[in-house]
C-alpha cells in the first residue's frame, strides 16, 4: 500500500496501472486525482462549447435573426448598386423559411429523427458491460435508470461509467439503486466524447470486454456510437430519454451541436477504424 501512494505521487502513469490491474481496485471508479488538469481536446472541447452557446443563444433570438433576414430579403431591391438582387433577396427568403423549420417542432421532430434513424436497435442480446456516458447533472438520473434496468435484466455483469464529474455521481446512483458495488466500475477523467471512447477502451477491452450496451442520449447516440465502434468496440446503442423538464430551445441546442460534432469528428478520421491506446494515456 506504501508503494502504491509513493507510486502515485510520484508519477500518474503506475497508478493508473496500479488501478486497472490491481484486484481490490478491480470493481470501482478510479480516482478523480490521477485526472489531468487540462486536455487539448478539452480546452477546445471548452473553446466551441463557448463559441457555440454564443452564436446559439443570439440565432435563438427572433428579434436579431429576424430583422437580418429581412434586411438580406429587401435590402437589395432599395440599394442600386447591390447585384444579383434576385439571387441575394431568394437566398435571403430561402434562410427564412430554413430558420422557421428549425425551431418549429416539427423542425425539431425531423432532426431528431435523422439523427436515430440509422442506428441498429437493442434486440435484447447479452453484452460484456454497460458503458453509461456523462453530460451532465441534468442527464445523470435517467440514464443511471435505464442502466440498472440494464444490468437488472442481466443484459451485462458490469456498468462502466464514463466522463469528468458524472462517473462518480453516477456511480453513487447506480449503487443506491441496487447494483453491486463490485459491478460497478468507470474513470472519471475524459471531457470528450473522443476521451469517454479512448479511455474506455483502455480500461475496458484489457479485460476481456468487446461488446458493450451504450447508454446516452437520443441526440448525442450516433456520434458516440461511431466513435466507439472506431475502437473496436461492438455497439449496442440503447438511448435513454432526455428529461421532460428540457425546454425545446435546449433541446434544439443540443441537436445543432450534434449535427457539427458529427461534421467536426467526420472531418477528424475519428469514425474510421482506429488501435485503442494504451492505459497509460487514461487521465
Known sequence: MLESELWLRLSLWPALWSALSHPALVGSILDSAICRATTASGRWAAFTWGVLSWLFSISTNPTVVLPLLLALILLPWFVRAIPRKRQISGFG?????????????????????????????????????????????????????????????????????????????????LAQSGVAPEAIEGEP??????????????????????KILLVTDPPHMLRSWLTFRSFGFEVIPHPNPLPPSFSSRKKAFLLVREYLGLVSYSALGRFLPREAPPVTEVS
Open 189 to 210: 477523467c475524459s471531457r470528450t466524447t473522443e476521451e469517454n471512447a479512448q479511455f474506455t477502451a483502455a480500461l475496458l477491452q484489457p479485460q476481456g470486454v468487446q
Open 93 to 173: 427568403m430561402l434562410l427564412l423559411l430554413l430558420y422557421g423549420f428549425t425551431c418549429s417542432g416539427l423542425g425539431m421532430r425531423v432532426g431528431n429523427r435523422v439523427l436515430v434513424m440509422l442506428l441498429p436497435s437493442d434486440s435484447g442480446q447479452p453484452a460484456d458491460a454497460i458503458v453509461v456516458l456523462g453530460r451532465g447533472p441534468e442527464l445523470r438520473l435517467e440514464r443511471s435508470e435505464v442502466a440498472v434496468q440494464l444490468w437488472q435484466a442481466q443484459r451485462a455483469p458490469i456498468v462502466f461509467a464514463s466522463g469528468r464529474g458524472d462517473a462518480q455521481p453516477i456511480g453513487d446512483l
